[in-house]
Each structure stands twice: as structure tokens, then as C-alpha cells.
């Protein structure tokens, strides 16, 4: 599935960047961080809900899932590669808990959506949950339970085992600071927000 027309209108005349030169390990070799990866449609509007939470680290925009090893953005979009768009976060397990990361991943999504997320359409836009480990998919069915309880309708979000996380372009890296105005007419134009406002009952 080729990229909606207004996310690539939005990335006309922006120049490619070299590629994002953090591993996808990050800080977390350094033994006292663990990281989570979420998708949830256009990776740029993910970043942000992680962002500024107390204990998390890095929010990092990239691709997972497929087969396609170091894919480009084009290739992605395209379709054919198998991977989805999605946020790795990087946090500090003392200062916040992989249960919160879940509650914030939920209400920035559409979980009821199997054909992708608000205008943005086919498998790459899809959401998912990647566990790392044995504990985060227990709970990361547990809260998709929750959540399909919460709503009387069958949750598609799938709750899938980590693969290779492949950073994107740097240019695609804290978009929503980067580029305030196009992310915000984008996130609009899309109708994620109004979607989210009609789902969970509130502005996100």
C-alpha cells in the first residue's frame, strides 16, 4: 500500500537524511533501561504520547516486522516489504512501568481498525504490540483484554515477538518538533485526533 497523498505532500521538497545512526539497542546495553516497540500507524504521531513521560529515555521512529533487511522509507511505504511503521522506546523500568506504556499505547490508537490507522491505509499502517519477553506479552494480552471489555468490540491489535527494529531516515526522527506546523496539519488532516476524541472519550 503506497503512502496516503497528504503524508507525501508533506514530505515534497524535504531532503532524504543520512540514515539514523542509533542502533537499536540504544542506551539499553547499558544494562539499566528496557525498551518496548509499538506500532500505531504513522510513526510520526507516536513519538509524541511517549515523548515526554517520566522514565523513557529515547522514542526512536522506525520499521519492524517484515523481511526486508534495512528498508528504506519508499520501500516501506510501498508495501512489499512486510514491515510496519513503528516507535521504539527506550525507559527506565524504576521510574516507569511497561503497564503504563501499554495504557498510553491504547488510547493513541484505533484498535478496532484492521485495514490500518485513520487516513492512513494497509498493513504497514496496521497496530501491533512487540513483546521482548515472556512478561511483556502476558501483559500486553492482559491489557488487550482490558481494552476489549472496556469497548463490547474485538480488539485487532496484534500482539506479536519482536523483530529486528530498523531506525527510519533521519528526517522522520522527532518530526513533531522538527516540522510543528506540517505534523499538526498532517495529525488534522488525517483525523486521528478526532477519531481518538470519538473513541476514548477525550483530546489526545
Not at 50 to 68: A, I, N, R
Not at 82 to 90: F, K, P, S
Request: charged content about 25%; glycine content about 8%; hydrophobic content about 35%.
Amino acid at each position: 500500500m503506497r503512502m496516503t497523498f497528504s503524508k507525501f505532500a508533506l514530505l515534497a521538497g524535504l531532503m532524504l537524511g543520512v540514515a539514523w545512526a542509533a542502533t537499536a539497542a540504544g542506551p539499553a546495553a547499558q544494562g539499566k533501561t528496557a525498551t518496548a516497540v509499538f506500532a500505531g500507524g504513522c510513526f510520526w504521531c507516536m513519538v509524541h504520547p511517549f515523548d515526554e513521560l517520566p522514565g523513557v529515555v529515547s522514542v526512536t521512529s522506525g520499521y519492524t516486522g517484515g523481511q526486508k533487511v534495512n528498508p528504506t522509507y519508499q520501500e516501506v511505504s510501498a508495501g512489499d516489504t512486510g514491515h510496519v511503521e513503528a516507535v521504539q522506546i527506550v525507559y527506565d523500568p524504576k521510574k516507569i512501568r511497561y503497564e503504563k506504556l501499554l495504557d498510553v499505547f491504547w488510547v493513541n490508537v484505533d484498535p478496532l481498525d484492521s485495514g490500518g490507522q485513520f487516513c492512513d491505509r494497509g498493513n504497514t499502517y496496521t497496530s501491533a504490540i512487540f513483546y521482548r519477553n515472556d512478561e511483556q506479552k502476558k501483559l500486553a494480552e492482559s491489557s488487550k483484554a482490558a481494552i476489549e471489555k472496556k469497548l463490547g468490540k474485538t480488539v485487532v491489535t496484534t500482539i506479536r515477538p519482536a523483530a529486528t527494529f530498523y531506525p527510519a531516515e533521519d528526517y522522520h526522527q522527532d518530526y513533531y518538533k522538527k516540522n510543528p506546523l506540517r505534523y499538526k496539519y498532517y495529525r488534522y488532516s488525517c483525523g486521528r485526533d478526532q477519531r481518538l476524541d470519538a473513541l476514548w472519550g477525550r483530546k489526545n
